[in-house]
């Protein structure tokens, strides 16, 4: 292989694992969640397909609770402002 052909399969690489690993919290704008998210308050099972209230939410992912309006990532970490 030449050296263009594994520098592409190295970017691509590192590019599944920004996407597809779970990062923290401090992180959470990376990766993609594909479990359940449960608000940290009221423990409310937040729903698949979700209507983002706010850019943050249509850019990165979240969730606003409908029982007790904590606004959470993708990941069912509060989020404080």
């Not at 592409?8 to 992180?27: E, N, P, Q, R």
């Not at 397909?49 to 992912?61: C, D, H, T, W």
Request: glycine residues 10%; proline residues 4%.
């Amino acid at each position: 292989m030449s050296g263009f052909t594994i520098g592409i399969i190295v970017g691509l690489l590192m590019f599944v694992s920004l996407v597809f690993v779970k990062k923290d919290s401090k992180f959470s704008k990376f990766g993609i969640n594909i479990g359940r998210v449960y608000c940290p308050k009221c423990n409310l099972k937040q729903p698949i397909i979700r209507k983002p209230a706010n850019e943050r939410q249509v850019l990165y992912g979240g969730y606003t609770c409908k029982n007790c309006n904590t606004e959470m990532d993708k990941y069912g970490i509060e989020i404080k402002d």
